[in-house]
């Protein structure tokens, strides 16, 4: 029932134009996506309002867009060449590649801890991993005998420079954060900021994933909407907690099942070189609690780490203590990609109107691709020019489309499908007195409005809506 949720929400993506699968019309690329026309609008939207939530709304924080090319020795110093691995096994027969924590999950969702050995997956180390594959008899997905874990890197390199032989080896960047870093001391060399501030960034990151699964969720190239908070290191227990409310907030104005997300603490085993502790926020998704965003207290390793293989300092002087010490820094790490996805989740519904199935993404109007769809009934000169007047004055503020292909209802029907808030209809009455009528997506009531009075009516809708902080 669950995945048949996630199929209707895939088949929906893929048929209104929200994702594609990468390099398609060759066979594809596993991992890979392109966003269509309406995921880019829906994702630019994601973007925006995090973006306003983090940054704009703050006077402490700033942003930076950094490079994806990154130096080879940022990746020495940041620990990822050493210990940026998943437990990798290998069918002996076929020789695919699969994680080995996925095949014990699946293991023992199917046949329970049978020994009653109290198995915690996340307290697995690659060496008791491979002892449980053998103890079980474990097999591959294909129903062969694979090999013991081991440790694969999953960073990304390329070469950069024109002779052969002579080319330099740089990185994809393994995780967007890393260019925070490298640009911290240009922005405190600045003397504008005092701690404790913090910098964001929205940006791409590439991992070699063994096994990337459920459409968006697990990808080779994605994007990360990023947090480094730059605290003392005594505040920074009140730091954490501080963002860790923030985010909550986030994900109030977000979801319309606040329910389907909640924060859990990494055991010590699942906890990234860098984290001395760390919250993931989970969604439930139709495939099982999953991580859609990390909370991570990362102390003082990574501009420690940074100051060290540069040979820049970059400690902090406090201007009133005189007291000299690496700033600790606070992470509040979240995918786009899974964001957008557990919000196409959270927002499908099926209805039945009049004995025919609705079905319906209830977006926030802040989120949807289209906030207001303009619906000519006829295809007179006169009610295309009004629709175009009404396109060209709703278009400095919302994303506007006209439709005029297919009957009413099937306009109505599509709009639904794609999370249209408000549908404006114009009819012969419009021609007469300058109204039309605004079908509100959620209830289907129809209101008639004044032309001129359109913005400041959608306006109003979208401030009543589930509120976000700051609009
Ligand atoms: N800088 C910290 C960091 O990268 P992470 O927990 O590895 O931490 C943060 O990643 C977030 O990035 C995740 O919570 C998830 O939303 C997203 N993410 C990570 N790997 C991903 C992947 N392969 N595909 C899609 N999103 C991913």
Redesign the pocket.
């Known amino acids: 029932m669950k995945i048949d949720k996630f199929d209707k929400v895939m088949s929906l993506a893929k048929r209104r134009l929200f994702i594609f699968p990468g390099s398609g019309i060759y066979g594809g690329l596993t991992g890979i996506f392109d966003f269509g026309p309406l995921g880019v609008e829906m994702k630019n939207n994601i973007k925006k309002q995090w973006w306003k939530f983090m940054v704009t709304k703050r006077r402490n924080i700033i942003g930076i867009d950094g490079a994806i090319i990154t130096h080879n020795r940022v990746w020495e110093a940041s620990g990822h060449i050493q210990n940026f691995t998943d437990p990798l096994v290998e069918d002996k027969v076929t020789h695919k590649r699969f994680r080995a924590d996925n095949l014990i999950k699946d293991w023992l969702e199917k046949h329970g801890d049978s020994n009653n050995t109290k198995v915690e997956l996340t307290d697995m180390n690659i060496i008791d991993m491979s002892e449980f594959i053998e103890q079980n008899n474990i097999l591959s997905p294909d129903g062969n005998p694979i090999t013991n874990a081991k440790s694969f890197n999953l960073l990304m390199s390329t070469e950069l420079g024109v002779t052969e032989g002579g080319k330099d080896v740089a990185y994809l960047r393994g995780?967007?954060?890393q260019t925070i870093y490298l640009d911290y001391k240009y922005i405190i060399d600045s003397g504008r900021y005092k701690l404790p501030f913090g910098i964001c960034q929205i940006g791409k990151?590439f991992?070699n994933?063994i096994t990337?699964k459920h459409s968006?969720?697990?990808?080779?190239e994605?994007e990360?909407m990023?947090l480094q908070y730059f605290v003392a290191p005594e505040e920074m227990e009140k730091s954490y907690e501080y963002w860790k409310g923030e985010r909550e907030n986030w994900y109030k104005m977000l979801l319309n099942d606040f329910e389907s997300i909640r924060f859990r603490q990494q055991t010590k085993n699942e906890l990234?070189h860098y984290a001395k502790v760390a919250f993931?926020v989970e969604y439930n998704a139709p495939f099982g609690w999953s991580?859609?965003?990390?909370i991570?207290w990362r102390g003082d390793w990574d501009l420690s780490r940074h100051g060290q293989y540069s040979g820049n300092d970059l400690t902090y002087t406090d201007p009133e203590t005189g007291n000299k010490f690496t700033p600790n820094i606070v992470?509040t790490?979240?995918?786009v990609?899974?964001t957008f996805l557990f919000l196409l989740l959270d927002a499908y519904n099926e209805e039945i109107v009049n004995n025919e199935t609705r079905v319906i993404l209830r977006l926030h109007p802040l989120i949807a691709p289209v906030t207001v769809a303009i619906l000519p009934l006829k295809k007179n000169e006169n009610q295309l020019n009004i629709s175009q007047t009404i396109f060209d004055d709703l278009t400095d503020n919302f994303n506007v489309e006209i439709d005029v292909t297919g009957s009413i209802g099937k306009r109505y029907r599509r709009q639904d499908e794609i999370g249209t808030p408000f549908a404006v209809t114009i009819d012969d009455i419009t021609e007469d007195d300058g109204t039309v009528t605004v079908r509100d997506r959620d209830t289907m009531k129809q209101e008639r409005v004044k032309i001129n009075e359109l913005t400041q009516f959608v306006q109003t809708k979208i401030k009543e809506y589930r509120k976000f902080v700051g609009n």
């Open positions: 995780e967007a954060c990151a991992r994933e990337p968006l969720y697990r990808q080779r994605f990360q990023d990234a993931d991580e859609l965003e990390g991570h992470e790490s979240v995918g990609d899974r």
